[in-house]
């Protein structure tokens, strides 16, 4: 059986912390920011992590070899 590879484009969107949970980039950060107030662009240039247990299981499946 070949080896597992891990999933290009989820390895450039997400990363796992070293507690297992899935990071991840915030949306709306990348133009149109002239009507978005500073404390709103400040929060979306932070990191958050994936919520939903779903979508981070699918998530680890893709990140891990």
Known sequence: ???MKTHSG???RFSITGRGKVKRNRAFH?????KKDPTRKRRLGQGTTVQCNG???R???LLTV
């Open 55 to 57: 979508d981070a299981k």
């Open 59 to 61: 998530l680890k499946r």
């Open 30 to 34: 990348s133009h149109i920011l002239t």
């Open 10 to 12: 989820a390895a450039k």
């Open 1 to 3: 059986m070949p080896k």
